[in-house]
Each structure stands twice: as structure tokens, then as C-alpha cells.
């Protein structure tokens, strides 16, 4: 194995190699319309050496030689650049608060305005199994609390075949481990090993590619749940993402982030913490921010 042959950097992949890396993001940019410049070095170099090892390439410049020959092992790499981990209430501790604290509050507030329909992103949704949570919850809180509303969440990807595996909603017999037996009963229905989302479910979102650096975000979003996109994304990349929630999010709408992340300093009179260990945050749209973006996406 390359990996076990240099731990350090796999295969030999320094990450001040920026020529060969330049070469490769532009042939990805061509095949797939995406920018991977400003993505975690660490997580392209080792992707790209798993592609190595599957493709016979000794090293670097060889890989780069015959990317630019292939167009499908450009478009299999760009898939696996895309592939996120995730699963259904991944920190279940975290997702009892968002219940408790913001989807209650979200849903005590909207009384006010009957009228209109309670708005959700999340971005980088990968196969579903995060909106499909929140959507749970929602469900949850209004049958608890007695308080009907309209709720419309919208789940995006960069990633067609993780959309199209979001918009069917049939998981493996594995999700048990994660959603509990009541759960199962009440939003799935099992047949053979597969388990299906109901259709209650599955009407509150809407499933769609969405690259949330050019496509045009959302707006007067009641809640945002962005769990574990950040870590793949370098600091510069990272700000101008706050910069987009500023924009999407009304003014006290709450941001829901991963395990792992944290507000970016810049915007940190912006996002405000209210529970701060399970890392969510309200919307102050009068705090102090970047007047614009810090890079182009082109």
C-alpha cells in the first residue's frame, strides 16, 4: 500500500506540489464545473491517492497524465472528492437540543404569522440522512406541542447520484442502529432489508444540486443545519460561507453546525452562541461583517 509506504504524505503528494495540483483542479473544473482550489489540501491529496492506488499510477505526474486522458476517471474522481460522511442524528446529544431549544422556539415564534411557511437549508446534504433528521424533528415537535405549520426544507448537494440517493429515501437496515424503534415505526416503512421514509416525511423537503458558492442561496431561512461541510473547506472558503448564512439566514434564524466547527472570527458578532457545546447558533443580521466576498469561484 502507498499509504503504508509514507504516512506522512501518501504516495509522495507534498501539499507545496501547487503545479501538478493546479493541473488537476483544472481538469476537474472542466469535467465537473467545480472549483476545488480553496478545499482541505489534506482530504484532495488523499483522495487523489486512493485513485492512484486504484489506477496503477506510481506517482504523481503519471496520475495527472492520465486524468487529462480519461474523462471518466476525472468525473470518478471529482465524485469521490464529494463523498461526505454522514448519518442519521450523527451526535444524537446534539440534535435532543435542536429540538428542545431552536425547533420549539422556531416553531412558538411562527404563531405570529400563520401565513407563512417555515424555511430550512441544509447544505452539503449528501444522501439525505441529515435533513431527513430534522425533518423527524420538526415532525415531532409539532405533533408534541399541538402547533401545526407549514415547513418546507431545502436539501442540496453538489453531488447528483448523492441527491437522487437523498430523493428516494430508502436506506439499509443499518440506519436502525442509529433511529430508534419508535422512530422506525412512526417515518419508515420496512420491506425486505430496506427501509422506506414515509410520505409526511419526505413532502417537507425538497431535494436539489446546489453549489452554494455560485448557484444563488436562499433566503429568509428560519433555520440552517450545516453539519460537517466546513472541515472539507479552507479557512478562506469557510468565511465566505458565513458570508452566504449572513445573507440567507433573517435575523434571528439559528445555525446549526457540525461537532467539529466553529464560527469564523470574522463573523463572530454575527452568529451568536446559544448553545454553545452543541454548537448552535442565532442570527444577529445587524452584527459587524465582511463587506464582501474574499474570493471568486470561476
Not at 428560519?222 to 458565513?242: E, G, H, T
Not at 458570508?243 to 464560527?263: Q, R, T, V
Request: glycine share 4%.
Amino acid at each position: 500500500s502507498l499509504f503504508a509506504r509514507n504516512s506522512e504524505h501518501e504516495a509522495g503528494l507534498k501539499p507545496t506540489d501547487e503545479t501538478v495540483l493546479t493541473k488537476i483542479f483544472s481538469i476537474l473544473k472542466s469535467i465537473s464545473n467545480v472549483n476545488y482550489t480553496y478545499y482541505k489540501q489534506t482530504t484532495i491529496l488523499r483522495r487523489i491517492e486512493r485513485r492512484m492506488v486504484v489506477t496503477h499510477k506510481e506517482n504523481l505526474e503519471q496520475y495527472v497524465d492520465y486524468l487529462a486522458m480519461n474523462p471518466e476517471e476525472a468525473k470518478t474522481l471529482s465524485r469521490e472528492l464529494l463523498i461526505g460522511v454522514t448519518s442519521f442524528f450523527r451526535d444524537p446529544e446534539y440534535f435532543a437540543v435542536l429540538k428542545e431549544r431552536t425547533i420549539a422556539a422556531i416553531l412558538t415564534k411562527a404563531q405570529a404569522h400563520p401565513e407563512a411557511t417555515i424555511r430550512v437549508w441544509v447544505p452539503g446534504c449528501s444522501t439525505g440522512e441529515e435533513a431527513y433528521s430534522v425533518a423527524i424533528l420538526f415532525l415531532e415537535a409539532m405533533e408534541e406541542s399541538g402547533l401545526r405549520h407549514d415547513v418546507k426544507i431545502f436539501a442540496t448537494d453538489l453531488d447528483t447520484e448523492s441527491i437522487a440517493t437523498a430523493s428516494r429515501g430508502v436506506y439499509g437496515e443499518n440506519i436502525a442502529e442509529d433511529v430508534s424503534i419508535s422512530r422506525l415505526s412512526r417515518f419508515f416503512t420496512k420491506k425486505n432489508s430496506k427501509y422506506t421514509v414515509s410520505h409526511d416525511l419526505r413532502k417537507l423537503i425538497i431535494f436539489s444540486p446546489h453549489n452554494v458558492f455560485q448557484d444563488p442561496p436562499f433566503g429568509r431561512l428560519d433555520l440552517i443545519s450545516c453539519r460537517n461541510l466546513l472541515i472539507y473547506f479552507q479557512p478562506i472558503l469557510q468565511k465566505d460561507l458565513f458570508g452566504i448564512f449572513h445573507m440567507a439566514l433573517k435575523d434571528g434564524g439559528f445555525l446549526f453546525l457540525g461537532k467539529s466547527e466553529a464560527i469564523n472570527n470574522t463573523y463572530d458578532e454575527v452568529f451568536m452562541p446559544i448553545c454553545a457545546k452543541e454548537k448552535i447558533f442565532v442570527h444577529n443580521a445587524e452584527g459587524k461583517a465582511p463587506l464582501k466576498s474574499s474570493i471568486g469561484y470561476s
